[in-house]
């Protein structure tokens, strides 16, 4: 594919050739450079960054690590001045301390992984190439894992929210594992608190495992140094995590938002579409194998304009509605779907749906199940009513012109193992390696319907394979994808995707893509850029001059850590690798064209 030039709109650039380089590679002709690093100062009294001297109070005054979600939000008409929001998902201690002793860590790495986790809020301007450079603001914010956050919602103030420190069960300090994202038409920011489950010491509690809260002690031993983090001390701590957060960048003052209406599990993300009528939908999917997708339906409408009273009142659009979870079904018989990832003989994975409700304000649709149940253990809800197990939703995304819902799903190599689910249409393969990529048509394309259409766009791996479906394009013309994440549009509306992982193809490095999916040259997949050695491609922000991409964890791989790093990436020689928001830009011309 390297010689050949894109015939689709928006997507002229020659492809990245699969490789395994200690570095982003980009298309020729194209720029690129670091905008922010981990520990680099974002307010003028913050400490320069120095890996040997780490403190909690510098890392709380500089950029966190394993930035996830990012959010370019434009501050004028023009985009040259913007504010980056980004997550921080999690802290890999043994890459962040030479000689880390995972069994006795300190107070003070343990401090900084808190300060280290969260978001950040940073300016950056926008030179006429598209160029980023961050800049001192007073609207640069960090956010950690003692922030204080406001519960909202039907499950704020309940029993099972309730803690020693916080008897009324609505505040909460700190946010954990941020991974996507969303921004919403109103300015603000979603955040998806995903796998929480392990800063938690577990007490066996058949709700907590469900969740995934299974160890004791835990592997970062938080529960030595904060009580909270224990839950035969706290047992509710854990409920005050793993929700959808909001926050508003443009008041560096306001307390972030826990919406408990949108449910609680592994979220990666939550991504809203405004109805005919002024409703807003959320849609967001729970990371792990053989989990659910889920929708929210707001009661209220979104009100347009801009300014501060405007957003107010749209911030609570996620306090009150209802809550609901897929049910996929497939058109084909279960008996051509045999788990090696062949089409069937209708030529398409695909069928149709239901969204079966939860819960709306008080009222609980799950037989067994109070409201507040529902909302708080909104996994077991979704057992309760038969919904569908997926192989790993990831990041949900509405196509802007035709409001189609992409949702990538990103691997799951327990389907077909023994005691586990097998293979289903809209999951096809067992052994499921790489992952696909489905497209929901909502009935009429009302965002507000309870049924939809759907089907598998992509079936992603290495386009050689006959297990591969790049929606019937000419796979000899394609780029090798694994393990789909992220999903974002460029203006054209073509799709991009960032992946993760973890080598999976042949220990190729991961990377951003892009496909169009409309027209003749719909399912031509191509690669834009690679990240360095260990590293997932996350965050895309796809603009008309600027692609931004977060690296995460360059340099995680087996066996690698501070004292035998696996990556030099981006300072090079000996250094320590630092996980980073890259921009890349073409000089005078706009991004694919
Ligand atoms: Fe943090 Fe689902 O990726
Ligand atoms: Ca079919
Ligand atoms: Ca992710």
């Not at 609505?170 to 994202?181: I, K, M, P």
């Not at 921004?183 to 800063?199: D, I, K, M, R």
């Not at 469900?210 to 160890?215: A, E, L, T, V």
């Not at 304000?361 to 009513?385: I, N, Q």
Request: proline share 7%; net charge negative; aromatic share 8%.
């Amino acid at each position: 594919t390297g010689a050949e030039r894109h015939p689709a709109r928006g997507l002229d650039f020659r492809p990245v050739e699969p490789n395994t380089l200690d570095a982003v590679v980009v298309p020729e002709g194209y720029r690129q450079a670091v905008v922010i690093r981990w520990g680099d100062p974002l307010f003028p009294d913050a400490p320069a960054f120095d890996f040997d001297r780490q403190t909690a109070a510098a890392q709380a005054r500089q950029f966190g690590y394993n930035c996830d979600f990012a959010a370019l939000l434009p501050l004028d008409p023009t985009g040259r001045t913007n504010l980056l929001v980004t997550n921080h998902e999690y802290t890999g201690e043994p890459f962040m301390f030479r000689g880390y002793d995972e069994a006795n860590p300190t107070r003070g790495q343990v401090e900084v992984a808190w300060a280290a986790h969260g978001l950040s809020v940073l300016r950056v301007d926008q030179d006429r190439d598209g160029r980023l450079t961050p800049r001192f603001s007073p609207r640069n914010r960090r956010i950690t894992a003692t922030t204080p956050f406001e519960l909202r919602g039907p499950a704020a103030g309940s029993d099972l929210l309730k803690t020693g420190a916080d008897p009324t069960g609505t505040r909460v300090l700190g946010t954990l594992n941020n991974c996507a994202g969303g921004v919403t038409p109103w300015g603000t920011v979603l955040s998806g608190e995903e796998n929480f489950n392990q800063y938690f010491a577990a007490t066996g509690d058949p709700r907590e495992t469900r969740y995934g809260i299974k160890d004791n002690p835990t592997t970062r031993k938080w529960e030595r140094f904060d009580e909270r983090f224990d839950l035969a001390r706290e047992p509710n701590e854990a409920n005050r995590f793993g929700w959808v957060v909001e926050l508003d960048p443009h008041d560096p003052d306001s307390t972030p938002v826990k919406h408990t209406a949108l449910g609680r599990f592994k979220h990666e993300c939550a991504n809203i579409r405004i109805a005919g009528d002024g409703r807003v939908v959320a849609y967001s999917g729970d990371d792990e194998r053989f989990e659910y997708i889920y929708k929210f339906i707001s009661r209220k409408k979104v009100r347009r304009g801009g300014g501060r009273s405007v957003r107010r009142h749209n911030m609570t659009l996620l306090d009150e509605g209802t809550l609901y979870v897929a049910r996929f079904t497939g058109d084909s018989p279960p008996a051509e779907i045999d788990g090696s990832g062949r089409l069937p003989s209708d030529g398409r994975f695909d069928g149709r749906g239901e969204w079966v409700p939860l819960a709306s304000g008080t009222r609980s649709f799950v037989p067994g199940m109070t409201a507040e149940e529902v909302y708080v253990f909104t996994r077991l809800a979704g057992d309760r009513v038969g919904a569908t197990k997926m192989d790993r939703p990831e990041d949900i995304q509405t196509h802007p012109h035709t409001g189609v819902v992409y949702c990538a799903l990103s691997n799951n190599v327990d389907r077909g193992k023994e005691g586990k689910e097998g293979a289903t249409e809209p999951n096809p393969r067992v052994d499921n390696k790489h992952g696909q990529v489905l497209e929901l048509t909502e009935r009429g394309g009302d965002a507000l319907a309870l049924s939809f259409s759907w089907n598998l766009m992509l079936v992603c791996g290495d386009p050689a394979s006959p297990d591969t479906y790049f929606a019937g394009y000419d796979k000899s013309r394609v780029s090798p994808i694994s393990s789909p994440d992220n999903v974002a549009f460029d203006r054209h509306g073509n799709l991009w995707i960032s992946s993760d992982s973890g080598g999976a193809l042949g220990g190729l490095n991961d990377g951003l893509y892009a496909v169009p999916v409309a027209g003749r040259e719909r399912g031509h997949l191509t690669a834009f850029l690679t990240v360095p050695r260990g590293a997932e491609t996350c965050g895309p922000v796809i603009g008309e001059r600027v692609v931004t991409v977060c690296v995460q964890h360059p340099g995680e791989v087996d066996g690698a850590s501070a004292d035998n790093p696996a990556s030099h990436w981006p300072d090079g020689g000996d250094s320590q690798p630092r996980p980073s928001v890259v921009a890349v830009w073409r000089e005078g011309r706009r991004i694919g064209e």
